[in-house]
């Protein structure tokens, strides 16, 4: 079952007075429960991919589906709710709420849901990744990775259909990424979860049913990793057979 799809997207920036293209004609169908693993060189367009495939952006042109229902022209309030529900982020750079503690970070999504539970699911999701310890710190007072174990477990606390995450395990040590795949993984054996994942991680990549490699905003490369993979979506889109 197909659970995002994107269609021909294009996204351009004005740098100066020059429009760039940053993404070029960009299509991808994701099934549900499969871990997407996107590659590519610094600039290649990752993040802003990821931004617009879970609308937190707009294309120029270009569609995008969610659960068959087209997301491109929603405006903030319809898609709000739908982020909250639906989504979960990892962003490159956390976006933590300074004023909060960890666990109130964590709790921050599942309290906008009314859920009563959110204590104890961000307490249970602390542990997890082995920040228990940490629960009263502010954003400041925590290290990189931890702001970005913190950051991940805010992105799960809802129990998200799909997970976006740019460089999830990018400031941790072996253990700690180790960790944090682990609790990934486990949400896609158990639940069936999407995960839509930016890495450069060789053994993270390993993992994942299918990656693709973006180069100057295009789809270069695509191709199974995992024996069940599922393979090369779209037409249009060269493969180098390099990845399986
Ligand atoms: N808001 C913006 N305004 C102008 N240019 C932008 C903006 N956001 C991104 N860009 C440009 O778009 C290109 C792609 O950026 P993007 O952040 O998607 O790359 P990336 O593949 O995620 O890179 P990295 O691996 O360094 O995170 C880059 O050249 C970047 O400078
Ligand atoms: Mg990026």
Do not use: W
Request: hydrophobic share 40%; net charge negative; aromatic share 4%.
């Amino acid at each position: 079952m197909t659970i995002l799809e994107t269609r021909g997207i294009t996204k351009s920036y004005l740098i100066g007075n020059r429009a760039i293209k940053v993404l070029d004609d960009v299509s991808l169908v994701v099934s549900k429960g499969e871990f997407l693993v996107v590659k590519g060189e610094s600039g290649s367009g990752k993040s802003t991919l990821l931004t617009i495939l879970s609308g937190l952006d707009r294309p120029d042109h270009g569609r995008v589906l969610i659960e068959n229902s087209d997301i491109t022209d929603l405006d903030e309030d319809a898609l709000a709710p739908l982020r909250n529900a639906t989504f979960g982020f990892v962003f490159q750079s956390f976006h933590l709420v300074p004023s909060l503690t960890a666990l109130e970070n964590v709790m921050f999504p599942a309290e906008l849901k009314g859920d009563r539970d959110a204590r104890g699911k961000a307490e249970a999701l602390l542990e997890r990744v082995g920040l228990a310890g940490r629960r009263t710190s502010f954003p400041h007072q925590l290290s990189g990775g931890e702001k970005q174990r913190c950051a991940i477990c805010r992105a799960l606390i809802n129990g998200p259909r799909i997970v976006f995450a740019d460089e999830p395990t990018g400031n941790l040590d072996s253990v700690n990424g180790a960790a944090v795949l682990e609790l990934l993984l486990e949400l896609k054996r158990e639940r069936e979860t999407t995960l839509l994942l930016v890495t450069h991680s060789p053994e993270i990549a390993l993992k994942a049913d299918r990656v693709v490699t973006l180069s100057d905003g295009r789809i270069v490369a695509e191709g199974g990793m995992a024996p069940h993979a599922n393979n090369v979506a779209g037409g249009g889109i060269a493969t180098d057979g390099s990845h399986g």
